[in-house]
């Protein structure tokens, strides 16, 4: 009898204890639950924002550059206009460019005209170098047939080796006055080129993004950044 007592406070103790940890469970799981929100079933737009710090960047950036010297005489834009390609952007004092022009004008014109006093001496020369050749075998003639002296053949052929002296001279100074020509209109080409870069226009339609000089400041060379 008091085994049997014993055994049935084991199974009570044991049958406490077991609900004990059931419950003490239930209470556990029932604060960790998490919240459900119930809303009705419909379409709708969803709408996410994203906020970061950046640079803007263009598609095309050009960077322009003076290729001339000298002081900014105009500047009809900022940073930030629209610009449109062959727009005119800088323009630089072009007296200096103007006058360096003239004078390479005037260089090619003295040319020229030496070239063509070197045709008239040329042609001068032929003149002068046909009447001795045909002097020259006239009295060589003589002198194979002995009608003249020696000394006045040897005067003739000296008179025709002079004229051939002289066309050669003359050929030799149109082609030195050609020359001077090409020379001459090198340096128009030159000044021309200068007297054009000192107006700046934009290369392409787009924003002005830098400007880093001002009116009436001088260059050795100015950039402007555009961009589009």
């Known amino acids: ?26 209470s556990s799981g029932e604060d960790e639950s ?10 709708r737009d969803i709408s996410k924002s ?6 803007i960047q263009p598609e095309i950036e050009v960077k322009i550059q003076s290729e001339v010297s000298g002081l900014i005489i105009e500047l009809p834009v900022k940073e930030g206009d629209e610009v449109e390609k062959g727009q005119v952007l800088v323009k ?43 002097n020259y075998k006239r009295q060589k003639k003589l002198f ?21 002296a002289e066309v050669t001279a003359a050929e030799e100074s149109i082609k030195s006055a050609e020359f001077s020509i090409e020379s001459a209109m090198a340096g128009v080409n030159e000044a021309s080129d200068n007297l054009r870069r000192t107006t700046i226009v934009s290369p392409i339609n787009g924003t002005l993004t830098a400007l880093n000089k001002e009116t009436g400041e001088s260059v050795l060379g100015i950039n402007i950044v555009t961009g589009k």
Do not use: C, H
């Not at 998490?34 to 379409?43: A, F, Q």
């Not at 003249?148 to 004229?163: G, H, K, L, T, Y």
């Open 50 to 55: 994203v906020s970061a710090s950046g640079k």
């Open 92 to 134: 630089i004092n072009p007296d200096v460019y103007t006058a360096a022009l003239s004078r390479a004008e005037a260089a090619l014109n003295s040319a020229k005209s030496n070239l063509s006093s070197a045709k008239a001496r040329q042609a001068q020369a032929q003149a002068q170098y046909n009447a001795n050749d045909l």
């Open 144 to 164: 194979d047939d002995g009608a003249i002296s020696r000394a006045d053949f040897e005067n003739a052929s000296v008179q025709w080796q002079n004229a051939s």
């Open 1 to 26: 009898m008091a085994t049997n007592k014993k055994r049935k406070r084991i199974i009570w103790l044991a049958l406490i204890l077991l609900i004990v940890l059931v419950v003490y469970f239930m």
């Open 34 to 43: 998490p919240e459900v929100t119930i809303d009705e079933v419909m379409v």
